[in-house]
């Protein structure tokens, strides 16, 4: 029997990460091949941007996906936020040339706080929602604070990209497979302050630290490459990364929704306290995925140096989380 279609809502509809991102959606990359799926799309009340919404939806249209079962257009999350299962949550300010994420933080607390409670209002109250829109794991936090009918569980942010990014970078390395490579983790903040951690991660059932055995490599070149590359491709594009972007989200959403088959993906979860990461603070952290939930991998062993680094990812979310409370 065909399968109920599932209500998506992506906001930034219009913009260059929703660009890449509905098209796929439609297409059953996220979801399943026989997942039919229903689009509810944000974007501002503005003119432009709700015309420059219409055509793109003109063009969802004329790829005559067999899985799409329906697309509306709104200006108000109250409505597109109705009965939804999944929300992507892309629509933010993106950051320029020589801003950093911080920057951003009061601009984009606005908007979360209005689509936490839209979303507490009027989705399905087992609803999952992903952040994309930076400051990523603050912004999914003011959102899981401002709807605390749902569970604080099914908010999370996406470090998706960097974990691939990372996964890429350490295939150049070794020069195998991207897909060979298990237990990579990502920890902490969407950032530059973010902890790639290559400490657990093997191909072939071999260690790849024991592969690379070079730590000044680690410290100097894949640390700053990774953690930087969100600025690197501003630099080169002059805009922010977009097709990356959407289909980190599309394997996030994916597996969460999927399952990972215990294979380790990182995501961005409000903690439990597990590994001293306290409690509600959205980090990364080791997940897999089973029947629509995510279980953070335990028992991992942190040792000094990167228990530096977790700290120091973790006061930046501090930091921005404070900086948000008299807000929530
Ligand atoms: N977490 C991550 O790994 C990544 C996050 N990003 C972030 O994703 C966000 C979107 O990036 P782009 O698509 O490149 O930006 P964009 O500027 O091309 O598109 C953003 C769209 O969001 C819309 N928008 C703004 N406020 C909105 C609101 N309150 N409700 C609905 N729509 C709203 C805008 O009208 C615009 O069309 C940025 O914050 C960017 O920094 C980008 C890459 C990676
Ligand atoms: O840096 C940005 O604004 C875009 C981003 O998050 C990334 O590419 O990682």
């Not at 604080?152 to 996406?158: D, G």
């Amino acid at each position: 029997m065909a399968k109920a279609p599932l209500r998506v809502a992506v906001t930034g509809a219009a913009g260059q990460i929703g660009y890449s991102l509905l098209f796929r959606i439609a297409n059953g990359d996220m979801l399943g091949k026989d997942q039919p799926v229903i689009l509810q799309l944000l974007e501002i009340p503005d003119e432009r941007a709700q015309k420059a919404l219409t055509g793109v939806m003109m063009e969802i249209d004329d790829c005559a996906f067999p899985l799409l079962a329906g697309m509306t257009a709104h200006s108000d999350p109250m409505t597109a936020f109705k009965d939804i299962d999944y929300a992507v949550l892309v629509g933010a300010r993106p950051r320029g040339p020589g801003m950093e994420r911080k920057d951003l933080l009061s601009a984009n607390a606005q908007i979360f706080t209005a689509q936490g409670k839209a979303l507490n209002a009027v989705a399905k109250r087992t609803v999952k929602t992903l952040v994309v829109g930076n400051p990523a794991n603050t912004n999914a936090y003011i959102a899981m604070k401002s709807a605390p009918d749902l569970p604080a569980k099914n908010f999370t942010a996406m470090l998706r990209l960097d974990h691939n990014r990372a996964l890429s970078q350490l295939a150049a390395k070794t020069g195998k497979a991207v897909a060979d490579i298990e237990k990579l983790v990502v920890w902490g903040n969407h950032s530059p302050t973010m902890y790639p951690d290559y400490r657990f991660a093997t191909i072939g059932g071999q260690s790849v630290k024991s592969m690379i055995n070079d730590e000044e490599w680690n410290k100097n070149t894949f640390l700053p490459t990774v953690g930087k590359r969100g600025a690197a491709i501003i630099d080169a594009r002059g805009l922010s990364s977009a097709a990356s972007a959407a289909n980190a989200a599309i394997d996030h959403i994916h597996d969460w929704h999927c399952g990972t088959n215990g294979k380790w993906v990182t995501m961005g979860i409000p903690s439990d306290g597990s590994y001293d990461i306290p409690k509600e603070v959205m980090y990364g952290f080791p997940v897999t995925c089973e029947n629509g939930e995510y279980k953070i991998v335990q028992g991992l062993e942190i040792d000094a140096f990167s228990r530096e680094r977790m700290n120091f990812t973790l006061n930046e979310l501090t930091e921005e989380q404070d900086g948000v409370k008299h807000l929530l």
